[in-house]
């Protein structure tokens, strides 16, 4: 109960973050309509934290009435550089965005900066990643005893079988000492991560007038399947929807039981491919990095049971 009180805590915390501050803005014309990116082909951001490079796009928004003088060049952005914009921006969008502009200028490149603090961040984060990979692993042990369980109770929709039905699978969580909301608590780490990598580099043009491997990292796969390097998206979109199956297909190992859960992986990669052919190519990269991650580590902890299983 004590776990369940505090993950429910982190989500409200998260939630309020996200609804008390600001966000990204898309630019608009007089007209209402976005007004795109002539290098990249995005829409363009409103509030952008420092000044773009090319001159057509410093244009764009000059003749859209955004003042350049006031920005600082990207390679002179700080973290308390701009106006106040709020909890969410100081603390998540701002470090992060300055951390992969400072990498990116050593690295002279802003693709490798991201995969670098992308990884980073997965080792911060490995207690409780690892935690969510060992919970699979033990699941295997566990899922025959679940196996049986609901197919003793199979049919029984009375509320008495209910019950008695989730009292026997709780009996069986706490003596493998699983915790049903554990693959929760990665998920509630991946979607303010995402969210912040989303908006750093929709605000900060240095990251998304950069190139890396044929591929514009502003650039959506959906409006780079019309350029010359088609090819590098695809391949980008591919390796997107492998890495995501395979890395939601490690996290629910051991639910065999469960035709939803067996589903997860299938309809999670669906959802997740439909948003990446619309988000910047530097997202799908940071995608990429964590899901490559995720599948390693997985491996590790697998390996790591096995040979303790046999010591």
């Known amino acids: 109960m004590k776990n369940t009180k505090y993950k429910k805590k982190i989500i409200i915390v998260v939630i309020l973050l996200l609804l008390t501050t600001g966000c990204t803005k898309t630019l608009v014309d007089k007209k209402g309509n976005p007004v795109k990116n002539e290098v990249t082909g995005q829409n363009l951001t409103e509030n952008i934290l420092c000044r773009p490079t090319d001159k057509e796009t410093i244009k764009a928004y000059e003749k859209n009435k955004v003042e350049m003088k006031k920005l600082p060049e990207c390679e002179d952005f700080k973290i308390n550089s701009g106006v106040y914009e709020g909890l969410w921006t100081s603390i998540f969008i701002k470090p992060l965005a300055f951390i992969l502009l400072l990498l990116g200028k050593v690295l002279s490149s802003y693709a490798l900066s991201i995969i670098i603090v992308s990884l980073i961040i997965r080792l911060i984060a490995y ?20 196996n049986r369980i609901q197919k003793k109770y199979e049919g029984k929709q009375d509320q008495d ?39 750093a580099v929709q605000r900060t043009p240095a990251l998304f007038e950069d190139k890396f491997l044929s591929l514009q990292l502003g650039t959506t ?32 190992a051991g639910t065999s039981g469960n035709m939803n859960m067996k589903m997860m992986p299938i309809m999670m990669s669906v959802m997740i491919i439909v948003m990446a052919l619309f988000m910047p190519s530097a ?29």
Not at 235 to 252: E, G, P, Q
Request: aromatic share 14%; glycine share 4%.
């Open 221 to 252: 796969p959906m409006i780079g399947f019309a350029t010359s390097t088609w090819y590098a998206y695809l391949v980008l979109m591919i390796i997107i929807a492998l890495t995501t199956y395979y890395s939601f297909k490690m996290n629910v």
């Open 283 to 311: 997202l799908g990269i940071y995608w990429v990095t964590t899901n490559v991650f995720t599948i390693f580590q997985n491996i590790l902890v697998k390996r790591s049971k096995e040979k303790n299983g046999k010591a």
């Open 127 to 146: 207690p409780v990643t690892k935690k969510t990979a060992m919970q699979s692993e033990i699941l295997k042990k566990a899922q025959p005893e679940i």
């Open 161 to 199: 079988s209910m019950l008695k039905q989730n009292q026997e699978l709780m009996a069986v969580y706490q003596k493998y000492n699983i915790s049903p909301l554990s693959g929760c608590l990665f998920s509630m780490l991946q979607l303010p991560l995402f969210i912040a990598f989303f908006e």
